[in-house]
C-alpha cells in the first residue's frame, strides 16, 4: 500500500518556482510508493497565488495543463468536510485554506508537506513533514 502525503499551496508552490524544499518535493512526488494528495481548496489557493504573481493566464495554464499532468489527487469537500476546517479555524490562529490542508491531513492519516511556519502551531494534531 503506497504512503499517503498531503501537499499545501506552499509545497506546490514550492515545486513549481524551484524554490528552497522543491527537491524534497520532487523526490515525493516521484516516489512510486507515495501517494500525493491536495485538498480543491489549496489548489484555489495556489491558483490565486500564481495569478496574483503571473496573471490569470498562467493561472490557468497551471489548472489546465499542470495540474492534471501531476501525480497529485485533489480531494473535494463536502459539508462535514468544511465544517472540519471551520473547527480547526475556531481553535487555531490558521488561515481558512490552511484549516482544509490539516483538515486533510487529519482525515487522510498522512503527513502534511509544508514549510510554512504557521502550521507549527497545529503540530500536536498532525504529522508534519517539514521542507
Known amino acids: ?3 499517503k ?13 524551484k524554490e528552497a524544499g522543491s527537491e524534497k518535493v520532487k523526490k515525493l512526488l516521484a516516489d512510486n510508493d507515495v501517494h500525493a494528495l491536495i485538498n480543491d481548496i489549496n489548489v484555489g489557493e495556489t491558483y490565486y497565488i500564481i495569478a496574483r504573481e503571473r496573471g490569470l493566464n498562467q493561472a490557468d495554464y497551471f489548472t489546465d495543463t499542470i495540474m492534471p499532468s501531476m501525480p497529485i489527487t485533489p480531494l473535494a469537500n ?8 471551520a ?7 490558521l488561515s481558512y485554506a490552511d484549516c ?13 508537506i509544508t514549510g510554512d511556519p504557521e502550521f507549527r502551531k497545529v503540530q500536536d494534531i498532525i504529522e508534519i513533514d517539514w521542507l
Open 1 to 3: 500500500m503506497k504512503k
Open 5 to 17: 502525503i498531503v501537499l499545501d499551496s506552499f509545497a506546490l508552490l514550492a515545486y513549481l518556482k
Open 78 to 85: 463536502a459539508l462535514h468536510d468544511v465544517i472540519e476546517a
Open 87 to 93: 473547527r480547526i479555524k475556531a481553535k487555531y490562529s
Open 100 to 112: 482544509f490542508a490539516v483538515a486533510t491531513s487529519y482525515r487522510e492519516r498522512a503527513p502534511l
